[in-house]
């Protein structure tokens, strides 16, 4: 049998565009292996760890999953995110890739509350906030059953979470906050408030445009009286109180540990004299000083200690060594006194 030349090369040929064609179809598969792996594909170097044996995967999509290693199979499918492992709950929140908001249980890696809020805040204490369709927040239990009515106002940036048995919220109202407390069976105290600390050994300042008040941490008002201004002092095991601007240190079942506590004290200098090139000397009052209590001043002899004015004032000036100048608060003006404290006359 004879094989031509011309055979031979058109086999050679057909094989030879079969094996290119062949290759350029693996070559195509890889590259598509390979843009589906850096488009698709999971970033093993940003997993991070819920709890035990659950995992959160990343992806090169933007994308992540929950990976059980114990049981060696996926909880979910592609999330946008999932939050950290809250510290007193066991619930987290996590969001879809439509962007809704639900909950899943950081120990068993399922989803224990489907996606359907707009926005959701970490379970703590049993309960997590979300949002309804008013844009107001509320409370739901891990049943999914509103446990708080969607009343409180949405703050940006805030974590609505509980702690120690209550909720402190806060929103921005035209040109202050307003700020609330929230018990697990509904509102302890009303958003009538300015100011509402952290506990501090164990007490807690509420303020608002009326005054200062003294409450434990239960939410139990501790002194009956409203002050301009409380400030609890854990090195003195008390708190700071002042009121008709008198500022004494208490104990927190309202003891007076010192009954009037200064903060500071500076001195005055008047115009004795001034020199041939018209520049003022100045010499010290000696016996008196200023002292300041907050915001508010007053006279003080400096050898004796006595208090020569109430802190009514806001500012002294010496105007000569027997006259000093005091701005008043209310009503505005200032008044002229003698080193004695005695009023002169008002302008």
């Not at 009121?243 to 004494?248: L, P, R, V, Y």
């Not at 003022?280 to 907050?294: R, S, T």
Request: with cysteine; net charge negative.
């Amino acid at each position: 049998m004879k094989i031509s030349i011309k055979s031979i090369l058109g086999a050679t040929w057909k094989v030879g565009l079969g094996l290119f064609g062949l290759g350029t179809a693996i070559i195509g598969i890889l590259a598509a292996i390979t843009w589906h792996e850096k488009t698709h594909g999971h970033m093993y170097w940003y997993d991070r760890t819920l709890t035990g044996n659950i995992v959160v995967e990343s992806y090169f999509d933007n994308t992540v999953r929950v990976w059980d290693k114990e049981s060696g199979s996926y909880t979910t499918g592609k999330l946008r995110w999932v939050s950290g492992a809250p510290r007193n709950d066991s619930l987290t929140v996590f969001c879809d890739t439509e962007g809704r908001r639900g909950y899943i249980n950081v120990k068993t890696g399922k989803i224990a509350i489907p996606a359907q809020y707009n926005k959701a805040w970490q379970f703590s204490e049993g309960l997590g906030a979300v949002m309804g369709e008013n844009d107001y927040i509320g409370f739901i239990d891990k049943d999914n059953n509103l446990v708080i009515d969607y009343e409180i106002p949405y703050e940006k940036g805030f974590d609505y979470v509980f702690k120690d048995g209550f909720c402190v919220v806060k929103y921005w109202d035209s040109d202050k906050y307003r700020c609330a407390v929230y018990g697990k069976e509904g509102v302890v105290l009303g958003w009538n408030y300015t100011r509402i600390d952290e506990p501090e050994c164990g007490y807690r300042v509420v303020e608002n445009e009326d005054g200062c008040w003294l409450y434990d941490s239960n939410f139990n008002k501790v002194l009956p009286d409203t002050y301009e201004k409380l400030a609890v002092i854990r090195e003195k095991n008390g708190i700071y109180a002042t009121k008709n601007h008198i500022k004494q240190l208490l104990a927190f079942d309202g003891t007076v540990i010192e009954p009037f506590v200064i903060d500071d004290t500076y001195k005055l200098k008047y115009v004795a004299k001034y020199d041939k090139y018209g520049d003022a000397e100045y010499e010290e009052l000696h016996d008196i000083v200023v002292y300041q209590m907050g915001i508010w001043e007053g006279l003080m002899d400096s050898r004796t200690g006595r208090i020569i004015t109430p802190p009514d004032y806001w500012t002294f000036e010496a105007i000569t060594k027997d006259l000093v100048l005091a701005q008043l608060a209310q009503p505005r003006g200032s008044v002229v006194m003698d080193r004695h404290g005695n009023v002169l006359r008002k302008q």
